[in-house]
């Protein structure tokens, strides 16, 4: 059995008297590619706060890794990148390399300085991501394709085995998104990082994930991309209680 | 002037003081500016203010304080004011910069009073408010090189942590950082720098000191590492130009010490400009 990642019982949370999430339950496992699919305001960012340990669920269980999220010490092996929107001031001052370099702060731990290695490690993200070319320039001069690059890059420098993407291709252009999810296919299959990927493009992830889970409020199916495509366009539309487009 | 520092105890105090504020301010203004703080830096200064004119007052009406050094209750004045700022941000979580007006009209209001009860603006009080050559006593010199040490250790040990906080404050606590902590500990020791630079620049300008040698180093700067040079070196210079300028022209330092810093962020603004225009003509010839 490959072995699982998240593991989440009967997760429910709230916003003051807002119910968000409801019983939430299910796993990921090592070398899963998931997209987590749902409307504006199903939770999607919520659950990801949880996982990340941003936010405390109210009730229900959640492991990372077999431990207990609460008592997880390892953080650096889950990498995040946020939507882009929320993600920093553009006009930092920093360089694409230090904020790659910045992706190694907590795996090196509290008082440890980077070394030579760092720097190895930083070039060897950015080629991953194809933006080596571009490690002197300022961060806020990039596109937001290429911004978002480097952010995955910062979350590839710590090693991570489990990636977390929360919308990364809002504001990014058609073409340059094509490009951006073969990467995260190429660092999925070839390095064998587990991906969470919470999406709208449906049309364009469809053929390049192993994983779906549909989610408002709860999660309403789980499971392998052949079984979702077999789901009815009804049984869709009563979950989100709008009409959704399903792309095979 | 070299000939009168050899002389002068006085004028020691004032420069090595000087010199080390140089550095102190604009290496935490960096960090201040590009987390957006720098009216929280402007807040803790008149909170500082607030202990000062206490201890003023003390001074003046207990006999046994009459020697109490100001700036210890200056020091105590400005890190409990940054705990406070912590905790109203903290309680006013979607109005975070309500913090903000209250600690300032807050330590306003108590400085005014104490001012009151010590019968109005004295020489001494001037000093504080707008810097001064000849205030500065050895013990606040020894005093200052203390929150160096301080500052300068803290900035080793969590430089990377400070980086990644001031940069994507979220990505820092789902990387699972003591994000709170740290930024607990970089408003504590922000408030000492205040407290420290208060005897050169004067209180209602210490916050410049943080922010304006920033500016000119984000105009010029590639990188985080390269603002912050920048900002040393312009700060430098304007506390050195300040000070000297300030002894021969009978001056309170703190005002020469911000007009120089402006002199050079227009310069630098300027010179960009121009630099600019340049590179574009040359390229128009090219073409």
């Known amino acids: ?248 | 002037m070299i000939e009168a520092i050899f002389n002068y105890e006085f004028l020691q105090n004032a420069f090595f003081s000087g010199i080390l504020i140089g550095i102190l301010a604009p290496l935490l203004g960096v960090f201040i500016v590009v987390r957006r703080l720098s009216l929280i830096a402007d807040a803790l200064s008149h909170v500082t203010l607030a202990g000062i004119a206490g201890s003023l007052y003390l001074s003046q009406s207990v006999p046994a304080l009459a020697m109490l050094n100001p700036i210890y209750l200056g020091i105590l004045a400005s890190v409990s004011g940054s705990i406070l700022i912590e905790r109203l941000r903290r309680l006013y979580k979607h109005y975070e910069e309500l913090a903000i007006p209250i600690i300032m009209s807050g330590g306003i209001g108590i400085s005014a009073i104490f001012i009151s009860l010590a019968s109005g603006f004295s020489t001494d009080l001037m000093s504080y408010l707008f810097g001064s050559v000849s205030a500065v006593s050895r013990q606040d010199l020894w005093v200052v090189v203390g929150i160096a040490v301080v500052v300068i250790i803290f900035l080793l040990l969590f430089f990377k942590e400070l980086f990644v906080l001031s940069f994507d404050e979220e990505y820092a606590k789902a990387s699972g950082l003591p994000a709170r902590w740290i930024h607990l500990l970089f408003m504590i020791v922000t408030a000492l720098v205040i407290a420290a630079s208060m005897r050169i620049v004067g209180i209602l300008l210490v916050s410049s000191l943080m922010t304006l040698p920033v500016a000119a180093a984000m105009r010029l700067a590639k990188g985080f590492k390269q603002t912050i040079i920048y900002s040393i070196v312009f700060g430098e210079a304007a506390v050195l130009i300040g000070l000297v300028s300030a002894f021969y022209l009978d001056l309170a330092p703190g005002g020469t010490i911000v007009v120089t810093s402006i002199f050079i962020l227009l310069l630098v603004i300027l010179a960009k400009k121009v630099v600019f225009k340049m590179a574009a003509k040359q390229e128009e010839v090219a073409q």
């Open chain 1, 1 to 248: 059995m490959k072995k699982s990642l998240i593991d989440i019982e009967n997760l429910s949370f709230q916003y003051d008297y807002t119910q968000v999430l409801k019983n939430i339950s299910f796993r990921v496992e090592e070398g899963d590619f998931l997209a987590l699919l749902g409307p504006n305001g199903s939770g999607k960012s919520t659950l990801l706060k949880i996982i990340l340990g941003l936010l405390k669920p109210m009730t229900g269980e959640i492991k990372l890794f077999g431990e207990p999220s609460a008592t997880f010490k390892h953080r650096e092996w889950i990498g995040y990148v946020s939507q882009k929107s929320n993600a920093f001031n553009s006009g930092f001052p920093a360089t694409v390399q230090e904020v790659v370099k910045s992706g190694l702060t907590k795996k090196l731990g509290l008082f440890k300085r980077p070394g030579r290695d760092a720097k190895e490690k930083v070039l060897e993200a950015l080629k991953a991501v194809g933006m080596e070319a571009f490690m002197n320039r300022n961060i806020g001069e990039l596109s937001g394709g290429q911004q978002q690059r480097v952010f995955i890059a910062r979350a590839l420098v710590s090693e991570p085995r489990l990636l977390i993407l929360d919308e990364p291709t809002v504001g990014i252009d058609h073409e340059n998104v094509q490009s951006f999810y073969d990467m995260l296919v190429k660092l999925n299959r070839e390095q064998g990082i587990t991906m969470i990927l919470v999406t709208h493009d449906v049309d364009t992830v469809s053929n390049r994930i192993s994983h779906v889970a549909c989610l408002n409020q709860t999660i309403h199916f789980h499971g392998y991309k052949n079984e979702f495509d077999t789901i009815s366009q009804d049984a869709l539309e009563a979950w989100y209680g709008h009409s959704v487009r399903k792309i095979h």
